[in-house]
């Protein structure tokens, strides 16, 4: 798998060591050195770098590919890698798209679209794991809140179906290791929904003090991130994302999470319990 030693893909290596054997799993990564802790075969692997992924991906029957990190190059990094998956003879390629990507409205969308036309047109066996938010992405903003006295975004009352990384990554595992899995599409998303003024009050419940949500337009939301020093791009592609929330494009009821799961989903109140937790 690429990305093995992000957030998410150290997640999918531990799962599936409990499912196949070890020797069968190798993570594709920059700095092999830093896969040591994963225990799988490690091989070198940039996106960004098509000379060498053949030779990398030899061997190799099953591939997830993590979509890359670097938003505005993903489309030409991923290209690279189902062109090499194709010489290399790649059997399957399990790729993280984002939720309803073909009518989505996120700027993030349009990456994943392309990258799944170009899944289509490659003739390799592909699936999608259209995964919706990580509850991470909102938990994170928890420290600014208690320091400012308010949780703020643009989402209105739009409704989100997140769940933990943890969630969508066990998935990711319980998909690669069952091949009847080959050619589907999931839309994934947490088991209940919940708005930004919800995710506010739940804080304010656990915390006994009133933590409000502020509703702000986008540009102003935008200008926020901006000045607690988030770089330009990516405290716009955070405020569009909750423009997109507050239009429906992060609500998912279709449980198919938790059914690949065999459990329920993380609920957000957990999520934000054990990042109080570490903010102490």
Not at 28 to 49: C, H, I, M
Not at 151 to 156: D, L, N, V, Y
Not at 191 to 214: R, V
Not at 229 to 247: R, Y
């Amino acid at each position: 798998m690429t990305g093995a030693t992000g957030q998410l893909g150290s997640i999918v290596v531990n799962h599936l060591k409990t499912k196949i054997p070890t020797e069968n799993i190798i993570a594709l990564v920059r700095n092999p050195q830093k896969a040591e802790a994963l225990g799988v075969e490690a091989r070198t692997f940039d996106y960004s770098k098509p000379e060498t992924q053949v030779d990398a991906l030899k061997g190799i029957n099953r591939l997830l590919l993590i979509s890359g990190s670097e938003v505005g190059k993903r489309t030409e990094q991923h290209r690279n890698v189902i062109n090499a998956a194709k010489v290399a003879g790649v059997e399957w390629i399990v790729y993280t798209s984002v939720l309803r990507a073909d009518s989505s409205t996120l700027s993030l969308a349009a990456e994943h679209v392309e990258t799944e036309k170009m899944l289509q047109e490659s003739d390799i066996p592909f699936s999608l794991l259209r995964n919706g938010w990580y509850s991470e992405n909102y938990t994170v903003s928890i420290g600014g809140a208690l320091q400012n006295g308010a949780f703020i975004g643009s989402a209105g009352d739009g409704k989100i179906s997140s769940a933990a990384r943890a969630d969508y990554g066990e998935a990711a595992a319980n998909v690669l290791a069952d091949e009847s899995n080959k050619g589907k599409t999931f839309e994934l998303g947490g088991d209940s929904a919940y708005t930004l003024s919800e995710f506010a009050a739940e804080i304010s419940n656990q915390l006994g003090n009133d933590i409000p949500y502020k509703d702000l337009p986008e540009s102003v939301f935008a200008d926020i991130l901006k000045e607690a020093g988030l770089p330009e791009g990516f405290a716009q592609m955070l405020a569009n994302s909750d423009i997109s929330a507050s239009k429906g494009d992060l609500f998912e009821d279709g449980k198919q999470l938790s059914q690949l799961l065999g459990r329920p989903t993380t609920p957000i109140a957990n999520s934000i319990k054990e990042a109080l937790k570490q903010i102490g």
